[in-house]
């Protein structure tokens, strides 16, 4: 569970942590991301397992449209940036529930079966289901993918300058909606992966999204914004912290155990586990 | 220029005292309930938002949780009442207190940190509570309280036969938030927040008490914001923890000063006075459909609004105004 917290995490690591831009419609974008999966089992027979690359690919269009037709201008509000980026995603969010409600009902909907649900494996005498193990692989492929793009490509330096400072940036000639717009675009790809994976163990309907972003916003805060590992570490954490905290209270309080440490983690360091900013 | 300032608040005062009146007198034209419906909630949008933007407009330390302090005044005077019996104005007080309390607590960790850090911290507590209030048996879980009718009285705060009491007790917490700010801007607090927001380091430099002005601007926001929660409650006779604390509530809380201007005198009422009434409008005439293209025309016209407007509605008046209302 850890892993696919991390694996929301990172496209939003990327987004918020990276490029420093509060984006309230990360649920929303996993939301959409399922139910591309689900359509595209519904009708396509595809299982969700195999169509994640083409969710991923859907998404990154989609993310990279997003930044251009509507965030590229909220940050180039002068005056209290902050507030605009907030509720422009916000709204956003609210206008992308109800396209997924006008056009997909309320209804809940789930994949009933995926060559790999049901499944189990047995790892040393433990058995994992397998959705949540190919789920595990990804998240940890993805990261590493991530990372490696971050910090040893040209595109990762140009997207770490374009934050510093989008003015000298330009004077090298690197086109910032550009950049951002890819940023953007690899981040939805990101959660795309994890809501294809998800789309096989959760229900889905319109306002799915909402209950895991917070946990995402708070995976990333807690590892620390700007760090690509800390976000990793957060997830991971959040998901121990969950298992432990549901042995010990009632699960329908399992939350309080996640927001409780996060509070803790910023009390002891305000920049969190990792982070740079 | 300080005869210009001294000029301009006294106009302002004159403008809300024009508006309160003849928000006094619109029942006597609007008879309809519904229409009075919307006008209590866009006053008390209007309250929470002024008082909201206390802390986050003029201190600049961005709140997305206060639907916590908003929960605490609704429930502070609803078990009060339906467990001990006492009357809805003291629990609204206690409310008030209590969530002022609350919010100097968590600010003495909070306040050290900074941007983003501290907006999580705000939504997480707010979270907190909510999961804390939707497992508390006692308090009614997840089902919340129902408010039981104990009368039509001023001394009971309830009201069956007609909305007009809850009419005028929104327009008087409106009243209050407001002269509440405007008293605030031209005081000490007014100019510390004001510099504690656009340079905290240069403030601590001159003198200014950072951390205490931002334990000021919490407690009077906080306790605001109860009496709301409270009014709230009684208005409807029945809460539950997510209609009263969820995270939705903070954003909506936000959203009219936002829009209307965050961090001006003027904006949350602009902002409600237009958001509300068209939030309620399009989702009693569009929402019927349950299909959400309510939410469609919502979520379209916040991001209209955010991108065309980001300094907020205010700055559509004329330039000086605008300019003075910033500084």
Known sequence: MGLLYGLIAV?????FGLMDVTNFAHGEFLMIAMYMSFFLFAFFAIDPLLSAPLVAAAMFVFGAVVYLLVVRFAMRAKANAGMVQIFTTFGLAILMRGLAQFFFTPDY???????AGGKTVSVAGIFLPEPQLIGAAVSIAAFAGL?????????????????????????????????????????????????????????????????????????????????????????????????????????????????????????????GLFGSM | MDKTFAARRRRDLIIAAVLAGLAALAPLVI??????NILILTLMYAALSQSWNILSGYCGQISLGHALYFGIGAYTTELLFTKFGVLPWFGMLA??????????????????????????????????????????????????????????????????????????????LCSLAWFVTWWLEDSKWGFWWRAVKDNPEAAESL??????????????????????????????????????????FSLLMALPAVLGGIGTLW???????????????????IGGSGRGVDLIVYGALIVAISLALPQGL??????????????
């Open chain 2, 267 to 285: 904006g949350p009422v602009l902002g409600a006075a237009i958001l509300i009434p068209m939030t309620e409008l399009t989702r009693s005439y």
């Open chain 2, 95 to 172: 409310g008030g207190v209590i969530a002022a309390v609350i919010a100097m607590g968590l600010g003495y960790p909070f306040f050290r940190l900074r941007g983003h850090y501290f907006v999580i911290a705000t939504i997480v507590i707010a979270e907190i509570g909510l999961l804390l209030f939707q497992n508390w048996e006692w308090a009614g879980a997840a089902m919340g309280i129902t408010i039981p009718v104990r009368g039509d009285s001023w001394l009971k705060f309830q009201f069956m036969r007609s909305k007009l009491p809850y009419f005028y007790f929104a327009l008087a």
């Open chain 1, 109 to 115: 909907r789930s994949i009933p079966q995926s060559f």
């Open chain 1, 147 to 271: 990372y490696f793009f971050i910090h040893r490509t040209d595109f990762g330096r140009a997207l770490e300058a374009t934050r510093e400072d989008p003015g000298a940036v330009a004077l090298v000639g690197i086109d910032k909606n550009r950049v951002f717009a890819f940023g953007w675009g690899l981040g939805a790809a990101l959660v795309g992966l994890a809501g294809a994976i998800m789309a096989v163990f959760f229900y889905i309907y319109p306002d799915v999204g909402a209950s895991f972003a917070l946990i995402a916003y708070v995976t990333v805060a807690l590892g620390g914004f700007g760090s690509v590992f800390g976000a990793f570490a957060g997830g991971i954490i959040v998901g121990l912290v969950e298992a432990t905290t549901a042995l010990v209270l009632p699960p329908s309080l399992k939350s309080v155990g996640i927001y409780a440490v996060y509070l803790l983690v910023v009390f002891i360091r305000p920049r």
């Open chain 2, 314 to 327: 205010v700055s559509l008046f004329s330039r000086s105004k605008a300019k003075g209302a910033t500084r």
């Open chain 1, 11 to 15: 496209g939003l690591a990327l987004i």
């Open chain 2, 31 to 36: 008879k309809d309930v519904y229409v009075q």
């Open chain 2, 207 to 248: 003198g200014v008490v950072v951390f205490n002005s931002k334990m000021g601007a919490a407690a009077v926001s906080a306790f605001l914001v109860a009496l709301g929660g409270a009014f709230y409650a009684q208005f409807l006779a029945y809460i539950d923890p997510e209609s009263v604390m969820g995270f939705q």
